[in-house]
């Protein structure tokens, strides 16, 4: 009892100075998608058309928290600049949960007006009185502006069916589904020839998946780097609703077979699911449909947000913001299949002038030669000697937000353990990637936006995403190494 006064004691001493202090300057990030105004959660309808990249997300129209879930809309024509629209798909009698869109491009639906093709949206209704959820489609004939609700496609009378991803499969000539049976932790897939009438194909769960619940999945395939010649897979990825990633929420995939009606997990390497982030605030990751022609990228983007906490950070006055959107490669390595993720390419357009360091590291923390919140670091990192190297994101005011490697075990993290009051919550606050540090050299690239850091650890093999947040004072960054001397050299630009 004693021992455990004492302990509560102590958490209090330490806790509550930083609890106590104001949330500090305005922590909105910059280049990562917010709405001017409410609640935000998952990304949905990535699709592109007539020049234009959409963005539809989760949006409560009528506040800042969860609630009246409708689709918002923003669009960007270079992923880096976005324009936020009115609400594309608002709530009636149903919430419009998260889901997909698609351009329809051979009119299969008949939704298609003077030759033009429709943006077709495939989302989940959540009926809250009736606890039911199936899949509904609306359509649009202006570019996304305005949608028609055509109604419910799929019912099959369950309250955890969710988060419908649709894309066109041209070997079979068919609409593909994938949706959630959330609660069993199943993945469905269903086929159309017009996005009306679904067929059940097969099922895939939990295949030694994790999670209580199975959200927002996505499926698409990938030419395999360091495959064979012409070699290619198919990514199933889905996110994990009860934080299952060292604390954070996060999600999972798998890598395999897709032959337009089954999916079939690549026996030995690649059934095992791997992270698809090892942070607690990139969820519910969605790729875009339909890239403009000649660009064989795959790209995503996520919700940089965790539920155990997306409503108790600070708004600013909106709640919620995206991850930057990345491409997702797919390479062979000795473990495995494994995805590579990066920033897109675009976002280099925000580089102002370049500032490089070479240093030795030891114990006296290097000032770094960046100013400001909206960053993007790169640093080739020899640990030496060092048993750990970290970078600190201080204020002068007690709050600190670590990103490290630890070579002894072979580690890279994220440490927020002070990095604000909202993160005090009893769940773990250091994030942490494995990664092969026996050869001592590992290279990370660290966007960071005044809440929100990206890390992309050896070219986006691993990544760790999290929010963070800071007293008053400025952003300052410094570097030491503990335990022996490294070396390191960075590159830095603002962004703006
Ligand atoms: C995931 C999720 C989805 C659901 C949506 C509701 O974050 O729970 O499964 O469709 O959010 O806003």
Redesign the pocket.
Known sequence: MILRLATILVALATAAPIAAQAPGPDPRPTYHFTPARNWL??PNGLVYYEGEYHLFY?YNPHGDR?GH?SWGHAVSRDLVHWQELPVAIPETDV?A???SAVIDWKNSSGFGRDGKPAMVAI??G?DPKAKN?SQYVAYSNDRGRTFTRYGKVLDIGSSEF??PKVFWHEPTKRWVMVV?M?AENRAMIYTSPDLKQWQYASSFGPAGGRGRYW??PDLFELPVEGGAPGEKRWVLSI?L?DNAVGGG?GGQYFVGDFDGTRFTPVPGWGSEPQWMDYGADF??AISWNDLPKNDPRRIWIG?AND?RYAESIPTYPSRGAMSVPRTVALRKTAEGYRIAQAPVRELQALRGSKRETKVTLGETPVDLPIEGGAVELQVDLDTGTAEQVAIALTDGQGYQTLIGVNPTVNEVFIDRTRSGPYFHNGFANRHVAPVDLSGRKVSLRVLVDESIIELFINDGTQTITDRFFRGGGPLRWSVSARGGTASMNATAWPLS
């Open positions: 959660n998952d989760q969860w879930m919430m949960f998260s889901g989302f989940t959540h959820q969710r988060d959630l959330a959200e927002c996110n609703g929420s969820y519910a919700w539920w």
